[in-house]
């Protein structure tokens, strides 16, 4: 039986159903699992698939045309004020996100640290649902908003040359198929754990968040890597292979 890693959060529901095997991580650390083997593949951050120069399943992500609704940057004072800024110890792509927007967008440098307090805070997940009683930039939206494009989040990726490559991408395929037709299902059962309305969860599922890798994904992608070797935040974009 093939092993998966992914993350537990409601946005990757629609990705797992029907698939056994799977291990549910955080996202910082689902690049260790795999590069140990302890799973095939793995979903993992945009930024580690380009770190790393793992081979890709054709046609899913994890992205966003715009609002994405749970990746945030909360505000504790006003923007132009910010001088601190809290990431999120279980993120990878969005911490590096909000740089690229503070830093490239904004022209802002502010601190970035791993404890209170701060002026800022990054969450990602399902965690971002929740009232936090301050402002809050969404960043995929600050993202489509400066570059007219989707923002990826994260791919299934796998070790270049996995002897079992075809399996990998077949299954994947066919739990992602299987998650649109059971979409309702997932809303009825995952809006009640995740403590949100089920209206939300629809459209969090169905406008917030989609899961095909086609052009204008492929090209938002390229971009933010473009960004984040500009940041140092990667030594060396390597190419995706799929």
């Keep these: 039986m093939l092993r998966y890693g992914c993350v537990p959060y409601l946005n990757a529901k629609p990705l797992l159903e029907g698939l056994r095997g799977v291990v549910l991580r955080p996202p910082a650390e689902l690049a260790t699992l795999l590069e140990k ?10 930024i580690e698939v380009l770190r790393r120069g793992l081979a890709v399943v054709p046609g899913i992500a994890i992205a966003s045309p715009g609002p994405a609704d749970s990746v945030r940057l909360h505000l504790r004072r006003p923007l132009d004020r910010v001088r601190t800024v809290l990431l999120d110890k279980a993120s990878r792509s969005t911490n590096a996100l909000a740089r690229i927007l503070l830093e490239c967008r904004y022209a802002m440098r502010p601190r970035y640290v791993s404890r209170e307090p701060a002026d800022a805070a990054v969450t990602i997940g399902d965690a971002s649902f929740r009232e936090f009683g301050c402002p809050s930039l969404d960043l995929a939206s600050e993202w489509n908003a400066w570059t007219r494009l989707p923002f990826v989040f ?9 002897p079992k490559a075809a399996a990998i991408k077949s299954e994947l395929r066919a739990a992602k198929q299987a998650g649109r037709r059971a979409l309702e299902s997932i809303i009825e059962r995952e809006h009640r754990r995740v403590g949100i309305e089920r209206d939300r969860a629809r459209r969090y599922l169905t406008e917030c968040i989609t899961y095909d890798l086609g052009a204008a994904e492929k090209r938002g992608l390229a971009l933010f890597g473009k960004h984040a070797r500009a940041l140092g935040l990667l030594e060396r974009e390597k190419a995706l292979v799929s």
């Design 37 to 46: 083997q302890r799973v095939d593949a793995a979903l993992l951050p945009s």
């Design 154 to 162: 994260a791919l299934w990726a796998y070790d270049r040359g996995h």
